[in-house]
């Protein structure tokens, strides 16, 4: 669906190059939800407008369904365009128009339909989003997350291939954006959408998102699937993300150092999937093995549809019965990793 080759991006501030994106190459499938992950300053948003040309690269490449983009004149980039629909932080409402007018202004400038097709479209749109007896209120005796909807209803008005999301959830509290999420994910699945968002927020790649790039200073560090990048995270950055998402302080060490004669302690990361998640293997395994061990953090969740378990632990007892008993663990289907520093 989307294919990006050696993407740059630089900016003239002060008469000297800023560069925002070095050598980007990023492939995204159709019908993926696809997050770019980074700080403030990384350049997610940047690469974001790549996708519909808002931004133009310095050099590289960039093809969306099969259209090179950086080969269309004005007008084909503008029907290309209506293609593309697009969410944002700060929902980005007509203050002036209803909820039913904000959703049909892209039907309206697009000028594809008459009004009673709009007005049939409007409504399908609302109610796909739940804001049926909303229709005719104006954004401002909405919730965020209302408006949220709405601006998500607008972004599909002209029935788009591509949905892009700018940090659509970063102005909500907590249960609107996993509602906002759920949302999405609906979306992609009954509409075949592919879906391509940005945040700064771990939560947010792990509960909607197929895949990932971590973005950081202008470089993608790190990509895959989220179940493989979250749960074995590689790069330093992807590291500190995960820690935020899981309120880990992260000033955990492999092995702790212990006078001589003393018990042992040591401190790994274990990943529990699927079918070891609630068995209860950890305990089994301490009294085999005539160990100790305590949980420094850890929690069971849904990484999308998949169930893991993860925690930090440390071992304490006879070095030579922990790592059998770590081997043990690895035997029966657990991951087990140092903890990451």
């Known amino acids: 669906m989307i294919e990006l080759r050696a993407i740059q991006k630089s900016y003239q ?21 696809f997050g770019i992950i980074g700080h403030s300053g990384a350049g997610k948003s940047t690469l974001l407008r790549m996708l519909n040309l808002l931004e133009r690269p310095t050099g590289g490449s960039v093809s969306v369904g099969g259209v090179d983009l950086l080969a269309l004149n004005d007008e084909d980039l503008r029907q290309f365009r209506q293609g593309v629909g697009m969410i944002f932080q700060h929902f980005n409402l007509l203050g002036s128009k209803t909820v039913g007018d904000n959703v049909a202004f892209p039907l309206k400038i697009a000028g594809k339909a008459d009004k009673p097709r709009i007005d049939a ?22 919730s965020g997350g209302e408006k949220q909807r709405v601006g998500i209803a607008r972004a599909l008005a002209n029935h788009p291939r ?12 907590p249960q609107t954006t996993r509602s906002i999420l759920q949302l999405l994910r609906e979306i992609n699945e009954k ?35 989220v179940s493989k990048i979250f749960l074995h995270p590689q790069h330093q950055t992807t590291r500190r993300f995960v820690q935020e998402a899981e309120h880990c302080p992260g000033n955990t060490t492999g092995v702790a150092p212990t006078p001589a004669g003393s018990r042992h302690k040591t401190i790994r990361r274990l990943t529990f999937m699927e079918d070891t998640v609630h068995q209860p293997i950890l305990s089994r395994t301490a009294r085999e093995f005539g160990i100790d061990f305590s949980i420094l953090s850890g929690r069971i969740e849904q990484i999308k549809s998949t169930t893991c378990g993860q925690m930090t632990i440390a071992l304490e007892g006879d070095g ?3 790592q059998e008993a770590l081997a043990s663990l690895c035997a029966l289907g657990v991951t087990v990793e140092e903890a990451a520093a």
């Open 13 to 33: 501030v002060a008469g000297a190059a800023v560069v925002a994106l070095k050598e980007i190459d990023l492939t995204i499938e159709s019908g993926e939800i």
């Open 320 to 322: 030579v019965r922990i």
């Open 162 to 173: 591509l949905l892009l999301c700018d940090e659509a959830t970063s102005a909500l509290d």
């Open 191 to 225: 509409l075949g959408l592919t879906i391509v968002l940005i945040t700064h927020e771990m939560d947010v790649i792990r509960t909607v998102c197929d895949k990932v790039a971590v973005i950081d200073s202008g470089l993608i560090v790190e990509r895959g699937p």
């Open 121 to 142: 479209r409007v409504d399908e749109l609302l109610e796909l989003v739940g804001l049926q007896r909303h229709k005719h209120k104006y954004p401002r005796q909405l």
